[in-house]
């Protein structure tokens, strides 16, 4: 209520506001005594106790309204809230009862009787909620037709699992839709208000009966119901085609750009599947050759079913998208002609992935998406332009110049070839920052952990990370001083990590060591990288753990 001065007055505390929104605010948290909260159409009146509100599905609790909502969809409950206000009398009703207690008597007939019982419950307009099959046939537009079109309305409606929905204007007037369940849940709990618009007529329904739905605007309702729509809302894409995938399935001795132009054009890029969508955040390339890449894909009879060649021509060209299984994980691969893209860091970005677990996935594991054969791909246009960029330098050999060692693919073995230290790892422009990334035994010594020792693991990696800039500063001459194994050599315990460090030491051919064409070193370079699986795998689990909390901000 306004007063004289200008302030609005809460007539419950008798505080004043300078405006009619916060007094608004304040009677929301402060005098909202009773919730009523929906669990999978389950409803919970919830009441509040000492100022607090608890949550009935963990005993958290909850000091306000907004706070209580804002948990509760954690739990994908749909939250309404009951006034608890009693009708307030202004001044002139309050005058005006003296008027209506004046008496008047008129004469009546000794044995007349009169009866004005009215029957409140009939009064219209009913302050009660439509009943589900009288709204269905309003958004219909059926209430007046025959009582058989009406049992065809409410037949088709739930034969396509439609279910009514009423919106309330401010003004009171109200309307009513059909939707599915889930879309219903949403609104309910967003309570959204925006411009009402038609959506365009489909761009083929002049050719033919049936159409397909339009890949674009799926894409754009995606994002705009996305969980990280605040993520997405900004960026721009653009649908690969044929031209694209031809231009990229060229070989790598004529383009050796392409092993970096690859990755950093699928980075950010959207892989949709009907209505799931995965945003891919961290790529690595491995080529198809032993004279390109010594990690390239084995074709072996026992890894031919793992293989990511395309067998056919889609609508994108010689492309294609499979989950495999690989030593013992799934990977999500996208296959070329002369490469694969391997994806190590992912995040299903749909509406569904509420619902999935591991949202976000990093490392070499894939389990949030298995897609088929009619899967869509959209580019990052920002990716796209770096590429491009790239494409027109053959001599390029990194994605960018501010970190190699991010750069550095997620190996743990052929330490003495040179396409081991190729700087192609790339990332999408969500995941730039270190702290989101897959660690790999290369970065796992930036690992921000909260021993106040460095583990052995990252001793390790540190050790890596001397390696690695050695090739990339020098190639084929790079060597490393036996220094750097005889200190760390000292700095361990007497355990097996200790006892292949001095086995390295003893290939020391004066005060340092050759790297490139060095087998005996790499045999045990790999041992070494193998001790540290388990710590890159928790340290991920951090990294996981802190980009769902910068995502859900």
């Known amino acids: 209520m306004e007063n004289h001065k200008g302030t609005f007055h809460c007539q419950v505390c008798n505080l004043n506001f300078e405006t009619e929104s916060r007094l608004s605010n304040h009677n929301y948290d402060t005098h909202v005594n009773v919730v009523h909260a929906y669990f999978d ?53 309050s005058a005006n009862d003296d008027y209506f207690s004046i008496d008047r008597k008129h004469h009546i007939h000794e044995n007349e009787k009169i009866n004005l019982h009215v029957d409140t419950s009939k009064i219209c307009p009913s302050t009660s909620q439509l009943e589900k099959d ?35 204007s401010n003004t009171g007037k109200e309307y009513c839709f059909l939707s599915k369940s889930k879309n219903i849940n949403n609104i309910l709990m967003d309570q959204p208000v925006g411009n009402w618009k038609l959506p365009l007529e489909n761009s083929n329904t002049k050719t033919s009966s049936t159409s397909t739905p339009n890949q674009d605007s799926i894409l754009n309702h995606i994002i705009k119901t996305s969980p990280f729509h605040k993520c997405l809302s900004d960026t721009k894409y653009v649908e690969l085609s044929k031209s694209i995938t031809n231009m990229i399935n060229k070989d790598w001795v004529q383009f050796p750009q392409l092993r970096y132009v690859i990755p950093q054009l699928f980075s950010g890029a959207v892989i949709m599947d009907g209505s799931s969508a995965l945003l891919l955040n961290a790529l690595e390339p491995y080529g198809r050759l032993r ?153 796992l010594y930036n690992y921000d952990s909260n021993q106040s020792l460095d583990s052995q693991s990252q001793k390790l990696s540190l050790m890596f990370q001397r390696i690695a800039l050695a090739v990339i500063a020098d190639g084929d001459d790079a060597r490393i001083k036996v220094n750097t194994f005889r200190n760390l050599h000292d700095q361990l315990n007497n355990n097996y990590i200790k006892d292949v460090i001095k086995q390295v030491i003893d290939l020391q051919q004066g005060e340092s060591i050759s790297i490139i064409n060095n087998i005996q070193l790499s045999q045990n370079l790999q041992k070494l990288a193998d001790t540290m699986t388990t710590c890159i795998s928790n340290a991920n689990k951090t990294a996981k753990e802190l980009f769902t909390k910068h995502l859900s901000a």
Not at 65 to 87: A, C, D, E, M, W
Not at 150 to 160: H, P
Not at 370 to 397: G, R
Request: one cysteine or more; aromatic letters at 8%.
């Open 291 to 443: 004279t390109d890449d010594a990690h390239f894909e084995r074709r072996t009879k026992s890894a031919v079913h793992q293989s990511s060649f395309p067998r056919k021509e889609n609508k994108y060209g010689w492309i294609t998208t499979v989950a495999v299984q690989d030593d013992n994980t799934t990977k999500l691969k996208i296959g070329f002609l002369t490469c694969n893209l391997l994806v190590t860091s992912s995040l299903r970005i749909d509406i569904h992935a509420v619902t999935i677990n591991g949202v976000i996935e990093l490392g070499p594991n894939t389990n949030n998406f298995f897609p088929k054969d009619t899967v869509s791909i959209y580019l990052n246009e920002e990716s796209i332009n770096l590429a491009k960029i790239m494409m027109e330098n053959k001599a390029t050999t990194s994605i960018n110049s501010w970190n190699y060692l991010i750069q550095l693919r997620q190996v743990r073995s052929k330490f003495h070839c040179l396409s081991t230290y190729t700087l192609c790892r790339s990332f999408s422009s969500i995941s730039i920052d270190i702290t989101f990334q897959p660690y790999t035994i290369w970065t």
């Open 41 to 93: 159409d389950e409803l919970i009146i919830i009441e509040r106790n000492i100022d607090n509100f608890q949550c009935p599905k963990c005993k958290s609790v909850l000091k306000t309204p907004t706070t209580l909502k804002r948990h509760i969809k954690k739990h994908n409950g749909v939250f309404k809230y009951t006034s608890n206000k009693k009708r307030q009398h202004s001044e002139s009703e």
């Open 134 to 168: 009288t709204a269905l046939l309003i958004a219909s537009d059926a209430l007046s037709s025959s009582k058989e079109d009406q049992k065809k309305c409410i037949m088709f409606a739930t034969l396509a699992d439609l279910n009514p929905i009423t919106l309330t």
